[in-house]
């Protein structure tokens, strides 16, 4: 196949399902490599610049081994550390780092900053979260439904998203159902429902959505679904006075025994992008679940979240191998396959 030399990722419908599978095969590909210390440095001496707006462990990390492991370098910016946007627009900002380097992975708030650097920087620009998408996150979890289904096409495997379905992480699985065709059941109260744009606007690459339902009814969202995905109930960025409402009117939603009984399928597993609210272990936890008096975990309970079923620290892995590819790919020339 064709590389995705020198293409940007700001979404996951910028990559048609070939592409996506490509990469969910190259992954495959160099984690295999890596395992058996036998990695080549397809893109040596590249030269890539992350910035991020919003706190990350996984993603920047991801970045960063997935740079080194391939013989690329990498210059890391956080929120205070340059002019970026306060004393210099993102359009002079962007035409001065597409000067300077091969790649720009961007996390942040809004999407138009994003698509202004892609646009002046004229360099491949890959988005490490937004508060519309989260494609890279994707691309791991998809790796992570086909090592542990490895005879089921991708298109086969049925999912049910509880919680907050009008975030990034819920917009981005929309866009990877929409683009691959696998069932995508959104499990949620109304008012957290995707909005209709990322289900129904034509969008390049995306072209039916039979697949695809929304329900409030919990027994029938997770009925028979081979995954059960939720993430946290308020995103970075949003404001921390939200809590209140969002717990009231997700708690029903939360990943729990119950709702394992509900699925009818003794093998189901769960996905969650991380980080989590499972236990008071974190500050933040903490303080939620004091404040809030809550008892066991706010999306999902502390001992589903400890149990085997939860896949989400074999996502968290598979970040370093998908992000690797997609470095391979937009700045490599070769074609592996
Ligand atoms: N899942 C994810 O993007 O994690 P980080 O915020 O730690 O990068
Ligand atoms: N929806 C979460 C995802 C974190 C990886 C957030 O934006 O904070």
Redesign the pocket.
């Known amino acids: 196949m064709k590389t995705l030399y020198k293409k940007s990722l700001l979404r996951l419908s910028d990559y048609t399902n070939k592409e996506i599978i490509y990469l969910i095969k190259l992954s495959k590909f160099l984690k295999k490599q890596k395992y058996n210390k036998k990695e080549n440095k397809y893109i040596k001496g590249k030269n890539i610049v992350l910035i991020f707006e919003?706190?990350?462990?996984?993603?920047?990390c991801a970045f960063e081994i997935a740079a080194y492991d391939q013989g690329a370098n990498i210059t890391y910016l956080g929120p205070n550390d340059t002019h970026i946007g306060y004393k210099e627009s993102i359009q002079d900002s962007a035409k001065v780092l597409g000067k300077m380097y091969d790649a720009i992975q961007y996390?942040g708030h809004n999407d138009k900053i994003i698509k202004d650097f892609k646009k002046y920087s004229k360099i491949p620009v890959w988005n490490?979260?937004t508060d519309t998408f989260?494609p890279t996150?994707i691309l791991a979890d998809l790796l992570t439904i086909q090592e542990i289904n490895p005879k089921k096409p991708l298109k086969e495997i049925k999912c049910a998203y509880v919680g907050d379905a009008q975030n990034n992480i819920a917009n981005s699985l929309l866009e990877a159902a929409n683009i691959i065709g696998l069932k995508m059941n959104i499990v949620a109260p109304k008012i957290y429902w995707p909005k209709k744009k990322f289900l129904f606007k034509k969008i390049k690459y995306i072209k039916k959505n039979k697949n695809i339902i929304c329900t409030e009814n919990i027994k029938e969202g997770v009925k028979n679904v081979d995954f059960i995905y939720t993430d946290v109930w308020v995103s970075?960025g949003e404001k921390k006075n939200i809590w209140e409402k969002k717990i009231k009117e997700l708690y029903p939603y939360q990943i729990n025994k119950k709702m394992l009984n509900m699925t009818n399928n003794k093998n189901i597993k769960i996905l969650h992008?991380?980080?989590a609210f499972h236990d008071k272990k974190s500050i933040l936890g903490y303080e939620i679940h004091n404040k809030f008096h809550i008892k066991d975990g706010l999306e999902i309970t502390n001992d589903i979240f400890n149990s085997n079923i939860n896949l989400s620290f074999k996502q968290?892995e598979n970040?370093l191998h998908t992000i690797k590819a997609l470095l391979v790919s937009c700045l490599s020339k070769k074609s592996f396959f």
């Open positions: 919003k706190e990350s462990t996984r993603t920047r996390r490490g979260l989260h996150q970075m992008c991380l980080p968290s970040r």
